[in-house]
């Protein structure tokens, strides 16, 4: 439950902690995002082909600030299915959250990241990650991403040179010099390409020799600006608020495991108190945590605070679902937005076994969206209005 140092931060509007000087240009995004669409849902997309993540992200994204994906469990997982999701977030306006759950020495965690076929560090904005390790899986993971969209963002320089045309006395050019100068020892000449392109007068003797050097610089990642003024309330077109907050900004977050909703998980309270401490100590990576609980105590904790665990019964029935008999404990999202402070609720098969998933999510989104105006006082002062 919510403790007595935890309310002030809890009870303000999202889009007021957007704003709090302390917090991060991705975490003021989301919360911006979440102000506007009127969603704290994240949808846990837990599919096992391209095709369905896809159709998935169409059904769900408006209603959704966050889609969840499991890049590892999806047989056909290529640069297609990255360019499609990327293409649906855009335009239904959600950022992707790759539940990784990262847990091993730096070096490892670094390639994990953002080698191999899913190099998760290119499209999602978000991951989360195991403390066990120890704090330096989080500086590991920020060095990464930050290598990574330093790279995704470089800008090109090209330098056009002509050689001058000179005579040979069998006719060949000089300018094979040229034409390999600059190549890696391993032969790898993609930084810098040098093109011959030799035009022989015949019978002259003189070739011209052309070399096209390219170098990259990398540019410096573009912020998004704090420049989205309006409220929860009183939005008028959200359409255009939308393109007014405009994209997200060119960064990463993390998310530490500070809290797991299974039966019988190991992580203690002390483990808990040390994801919270070393999120403080890494605030400019770290966005939050996946937790039970809002873990914010300190006066300058900014942190989001995603809860998994959340279902409802199927409508027009009573009771709440208790668990699925795998060790999944289950709660309503009052119960963990207005009783435990969520930020954002995670449903997987809550909406992925609905027979009509937009209706479902947009059910989710709404008791979400209730409960929050609840915590923040909001729903009680609308009442009282009526």
Not at 134 to 163: D, K, Y
Not at 323 to 336: H, M, T
Request: with cysteine; charged share 25%; aromatic share 6%.
């Amino acid at each position: 439950m919510m403790t007595s140092s935890q309310p002030t931060i809890l009870s303000l509007p999202y889009s007021i902690r957007a704003d709090l000087p302390f917090t991060p240009p991705l975490t003021s995004y989301l919360l911006h995002l979440i102000s506007i669409k009127r969603t704290n849902l994240c949808v846990s997309a837990d599919v096992h082909t391209s095709s369905a993540l896809l159709r998935l992200a169409e059904e769900v994204g408006d209603c959704v600030c966050v889609l969840k994906t499991h890049a590892d469990i999806i047989d056909d997982f290529s640069e297609r299915t990255i360019k499609g999701l990327n293409e649906i977030a855009r335009r239904k306006k959600f950022l992707i959250f790759e539940d990784r759950k990262f847990g091993d020495i730096g070096s490892t965690v670094q390639s994990q990241y953002t080698r191999g076929p899913l190099s998760i560090a290119t499209w999602a904005h978000l991951t989360n990650a195991h403390l066990f390790p120890g704090p330096s899986i989080i500086s590991a993971l920020h060095s990464a991403a930050t290598a990574t969209l330093t790279s995704l963002n470089q800008s090109v320089i090209t330098e056009i040179t002509t050689g001058t045309p000179r005579g040979s006395i069998d006719g060949s050019s000089s300018g094979d010099e040229a034409a390999v100068e600059g190549e890696d020892d391993d032969g790898d000449d993609s930084d810098n390409l040098d093109l011959p392109l030799n035009t022989s007068r015949k019978g002259s003797g003189f070739t011209a020799t052309t070399t096209i050097s390219q170098t990259f610089e990398p540019s410096p990642p573009t912020l998004w600006s704090r420049s989205f003024s309006a409220g929860d309330s009183n939005l008028g077109d959200r359409e255009h608020a939308l393109q007014e907050l405009g994209p997200p900004p060119h960064a990463r977050g993390l998310l530490l495991i500070a809290e797991m909703s299974s039966e019988g998980n190991l992580i203690t309270p002390v483990y808990t108190s040390s994801c919270v401490s070393a999120a403080r100590a890494h605030s400019d990576f770290v966005m939050g945590f996946i937790s039970q609980h809002a873990l914010n105590s300190a006066p300058q904790d900014v942190f989001l605070n995603f809860t998994p665990g959340v279902s409802l019964p199927p409508e027009g029935e009573d009771g709440a679902s208790k668990g699925d008999g795998l060790g999944q404990r289950w709660r309503s999202p009052r119960e963990v937005v207005v009783g435990d402070g969520a930020d954002v609720i995670i449903v997987g098969r809550g909406v992925l076994g609905a027979k009509n998933r937009r209706a479902e999510a947009e059910r989710y989104r709404k008791k979400g969206w209730d409960a929050y105006e609840e915590r923040i006082g909001r729903r009680n002062e609308l009442e009282d209005d009526d």
